[in-house]
Structure formats: structure tokens, C-alpha cells
């Protein structure tokens, strides 16, 4: 199984700042992808990773509210950008282990105030 | 693109008693069906998954079932235990687990000792 190492673990910002999260593997994976879970909900896919060119996005989500890096095929980030309280959430990566299984972070619970 | 609908949003049932969680999904084209177990400040965990050329599949006391046609498929937890108390999430796939997972709204199931 891949081993996830997401930080921060919790963080409380100002408005208007931004964060950017980490997100390292212990080995090397194919997808990486990042989700938000807003509080009681559900995950939501913001972006898959790809590694060596611009991420992903679904709908709903921008690269300059959300922009990725994915320099590596064992490292990733995900900044919030201009943070507003709505951007509360607990944001979290995920990868593949190859083939069978999807693992995640243990994720990153962001407070905006 | 693919959309989970998960039923119910709550479920609480007596120590002992078995519990049945439905999703329902959109894109025939899903053939990767993940289920998640998801304690309170934790991430989520795999449980048990389906493919698309399998019809049920059990691990001890849980086993998923999958109807292709109907594209629905269900989580069934037998002889329930207060430590099975949590959030469930189902999810859909197209491309396996290596590929995004679109994920239904959960259902917080709570097991009453």
C-alpha cells in the first residue's frame, strides 16, 4: 500500500491569504488526484495531478483559485488562493497503488476567519 | 459526466442487525465501485470494492452487490457492531481504481449497542 504524508495537518488563515499543501509519496504512483470535503459533505474531485503538465480540473473549479504542482511522480501540491470562510473545508490528496486500490492523506482540515 | 446518488443519508440500527446502504450511478461506462468507511476526523477507508464483471463480492461480514442494468449497487453489513458505527461513502469509476472517483453524499450509520 502506498504511504501518504499530506501537510499540513490543520491550519486557521486570514481571508484573502493563501495556503498551499503538500502531499509526498513513498513511492512512485501514476495518479494523483485532490479532493474537498466541505464540512459533513461529501468529496468532491477539485483536480487530478498530472505530472509534467497542468492539472486536470473538473467543473466548478479554476487554476488560479486552486493551482497544482505535480513536479515528481511522489510529490504534489494544492494552494487555495485567496481564501474566503466558503473555503473551509477538509482538503485531501489521493493516489493509486498501481492498480487495485485508491489510498488517501489523512488530509488537511483548513479554517479561513 | 457520472452522478452517485446514495441512500440513506442516516441509518441506525441495533447491535446484531444488518444494514443495507444503495447507490445508484449515471454513466453506464463505470466499471469501478469502491466503498469507504470513514471515522469521525479520519480519512476514509476502503472496505470493499466491485467490478463491473463481478455481480456481488463478500469479505466476512460485508459483501456488495452489483446490478450493471439497473446501475445500482449496495453495501450489505451483517451482525453489525457498535465499532461499525461511521460514514459511508460509495463511489463510481470509469477507469478503475487508477482513474477519479466520483463519490455519493454518504450515509452516517450508527449502530446502537
Known amino acids: 500500500s502506498a504511504v501518504i504524508s499530506q501537510k499540513p495537518s490543520r491550519d486557521i488563515c486570514q481571508r484573502g491569504t493563501s495556503l498551499t499543501i503538500q502531499c509526498q509519496v513513498d513511492s512512485q504512483v501514476t495518479m494523483m488526484f485532490w479532493y474537498r470535503q466541505q464540512p459533513g459533505q461529501s468529496l468532491t474531485l477539485i483536480a487530478t495531478?498530472?505530472?509534467?503538465?497542468?492539472?486536470?480540473?473538473e467543473s466548478g473549479f479554476v487554476i488560479d483559485k486552486f493551482p497544482i504542482s505535480r513536479p515528481n511522480l511522489t510529490f504534489s501540491t494544492l494552494t487555495v488562493s485567496n481564501m474566503s470562510p466558503e473555503d473551509s473545508s477538509i482538503y485531501l490528496c489521493?493516489?493509486?497503488?498501481?492498480?487495485?486500490?485508491?489510498?488517501f492523506g489523512q488530509g488537511t482540515r483548513l479554517t479561513v476567519v | 459526466g457520472e452522478n452517485v446518488e446514495q441512500h440513506p443519508s442516516t441509518l441506525s440500527v441495533q447491535e446484531g442487525d444488518s444494514a443495507v446502504i444503495k447507490c445508484t450511478y449515471s454513466?453506464?461506462?463505470?466499471?469501478?465501485f469502491p466503498w469507504y468507511k470513514q471515522e469521525l476526523g479520519k480519512r476514509p477507508q476502503l472496505i470493499i470494492d466491485?467490478?463491473?464483471?463481478?455481480g456481488e463480492k463478500k469479505d466476512q461480514r460485508i459483501a456488495v452487490t452489483l446490478n450493471k442494468t439497473a446501475k445500482h449497487f449496495s453495501l450489505h453489513i451483517t451482525e453489525t457492531q457498535p465499532e461499525d458505527s461511521a460514514v459511508y461513502f460509495c463511489?463510481?469509476?470509469?477507469?478503475?481504481?487508477?482513474?477519479?472517483?466520483?463519490f455519493g453524499t454518504g450515509t452516517l450509520l450508527a449502530v446502537q449497542p
Open positions: 466491485i467490478r463491473s464483471n463481478v
Open positions: 463511489a463510481a469509476s470509469r477507469g478503475g481504481a487508477t482513474n477519479k472517483l466520483i
Open positions: 495531478a498530472n505530472q509534467g503538465s497542468e492539472a486536470t480540473y
Open positions: 489521493s493516489v493509486d497503488n498501481g492498480a487495485t486500490e485508491a489510498f
Open positions: 454513466d453506464s461506462a463505470s466499471n469501478y
